[in-house]
């Protein structure tokens, strides 16, 4: 099967790598004609998103299309799946685009959320201020990510400097949840039959979960998973399975899902979701029986999924902004390098580590390592 | 690290999938336009391995550059390792292509062989048959693989024929060891310090063995392989390591270097050698911590070596002239599908699966329903 990508950034570049060995070719079609995935695609499309014919030349002789960046425009979506086949589902896209929509929609579906409400004005973030009380955080409903867009409300003072730096936007307010820890689930769905339009599909679905990873995040940036992580309940992981499987029916799901989510007072409350393969499932390349890379196009092919079982325990590490050097890294016990073939930029992810070992106390030895080295590298 | 592969098969193909993650960058040379590796390498030039223009075009901004096939011929890599390091040796290459050669280092080494021969006339070939014995095996001395050039002599009426098939070449009698099983050991050496060329090495150097494997042929064709091979004792683990490590140090040694085995009376005799990544470590991309071909590459690229220890038990069973539908290999528990992108041909390696499992009779359950599967599909 021959396989368009959207985005060429390092998720098409590892589903890429993912798909060869299952005999899938792949075509990326990217705005940037540095995209790193090019690396290891010969086939690009170098065009911008709204660029109709470069679209059709995209789609000619592709079998399916899936994208790997959350903000590709939905437009660009919906046209494509009348030439092509697309998943994850535009509707998906869409409402993760739009944090209030996408918060509706877990409300709508009758799963957790810290209190949230949308602000149209200065006149509304008050009143929702008194709904919903500080500390609370002020966040741009679309186009913010890695931390972008958002303020922190400790008191009434920062109120009004909060609605000069983002008024701008449409916004909402999200109450601030004392949470116990960050954690996210990678689901995947796969609808079974041949892969067809959507409205084609028939509801019958294979689901398959990973277990629930730990994530330390800094700056608004993912730092480090854990994998699986540790001290989670079997309710607790059937919790978020359930979270996830509630979203991926109710938009007809193909493809994976990440839901990131709070542990708080011993559940689960959602943040946030993607509609593609994540940062928190990278892990998964070596700490999984099947990656989430390889699982994704399974399902997007109609291919059946695999096993999601852990092998021992992983940690993964995100290189952002600067690189240590490969002959240190690969010398840390366990450790597996992944770069992306990106120039270093600061806060760039430029790459990963992770670290896979037999028992919890070997992965923190290594992960210390790690983190010597990203600070030497750091000066 | 630039690095390029002459050759562009299906081993090409994989020590690039597992480049990439490393942050390497490839560049291959095949003669062959539609050469498999072409498929995941954008940077690939079309040429034949004595145009001396082309080569340099290859070298041309390259660090390293390694083979991925054993009858390269050794004029082509003596040619390029004047303009940039060439690894493994040439040395390695020239002795591995030339069956009495390579056997004849076998014996200087004090590495036990079957009885041999070098023979050039009939007159010979009767000779050495007096001090061999029936049953022997008569083959060419260079360019035979997967069975061709080869001719079991059971009784003296099988002589005239297969000197009448094999005798317009150099040859070599082997005597038929009545061998309990054939075993493969993947072996490393990474000199220590950058990557120069060989003259510049000092002598102290890296090592890692692979567990020992267990190799089934059909029809001259390696068919299954099953890692760790069952029954094998830490002696037989260490003869075959030092086997390995004497060839590797005798020809300063950089990169993988595969050794076939045959097991006889409790000792091993070392049946020939290829120095490049091996069909029977082909396993070790999910079931073992760091691939053959990751570690071919960290050996030729100067990084350190990765841990070869076997992750659980696994078995590849390759794919020759027809693949299995991609879903039905995919459902089986335990199995990871790698195809080439090579068009189908009768007697073709067109993939292979491993199926790595918690316990030896998972993967004997496994192994069957592969089976099954290749024979529906021959029909």
């Known amino acids: 099967m021959r396989v368009g990508i959207l985005g060429g950034g390092q998720l098409g570049r590892m589903l890429a790598l993912a798909g060869y060995p299952l005999g899938l070719s792949f075509r990326v079609f990217d705005p940037a004609p540095d995209a790193c995935a090019g690396q290891v695609v010969p086939d690009c499309v170098t065009a911008a998103f709204d660029d109709e014919a470069a679209l059709r030349r995209f789609s000619d002789g592709l079998d399916v299309v899936t994208y790997e ?45 810290a209190p949230f409400a949308a602000v149209g004005s200065l006149e509304e973030l008050r009143q929702s201020l008194r709904l919903i009380g500080l500390p609370a955080v002020l966040k741009t409903r679309r186009g913010g990510y890695d931390g972008k867009g958002q303020q922190v409300l400790r008191s009434a003072a920062d109120v009004g400097p909060a609605w000069q730096e983002l008024g ?98 011993g559940h689960l409350l959602a943040n946030e979701m993607a509609p593609r393969v994540h940062n928190s499932g990278h892990w998964s390349i070596e700490g999984a029986e099947t990656s989430q890379f390889e699982n994704h196009l399974r399902a997007v092919c109609g291919l059946p999924l695999g096993a999601t079982a852990p092998l021992g325990h992983s940690a993964m590490v995100n290189l952002i902004g600067a690189v240590p050097k490969s002959d240190e890294v690969l010398a840390v016990p366990g450790a597996h390098l992944h770069l992306y073939g990106k120039e270093p930029r600061p806060g760039r992810k430029l790459g990963h580590v992770t670290v896979r070992r037999g028992a919890v106390s070997a992965i923190e030895s290594s992960l210390s390592q790690i983190a010597r080295l990203i600070e030497n590298e750091r000066g």
């Open 69 to 113: 960046w959350e903000n590709v425009p939905v437009e660009t979506v919906r046209f494509l799946s009348r030439l092509v086949p697309v998943y994850p589902p535009a509707e998906a896209l869409e409402d993760s685009q739009d944090r209030f929509v996408e918060k509706s929609l877990f409300r709508q579906l009758g799963i957790a959320t």
């Open 168 to 265: 701008g936007s449409p916004l909402i307010l999200e109450g601030f949840v004392p949470f116990r820890r960050e954690l996210s689930i990678i689901a995947v769905r796969a609808p079974r039959g041949a892969v067809v339009p959507r409205q084609q599909l028939d509801e019958s679905a294979d689901f398959a979960f990973y277990p629930l990873v730990e994530n330390v995040h800094r700056g608004g940036i993912l730092r480090t998973s854990r994998a699986p992580a540790p001290g989670v309940s079997e309710e607790l992981q059937a919790e978020a399975e359930d979270i996830a499987a509630r979203v991926m029916d109710a938009t007809r799901y193909r493809g994976v899902l990440a839901v990131e989510l709070f542990e708080h007072e």
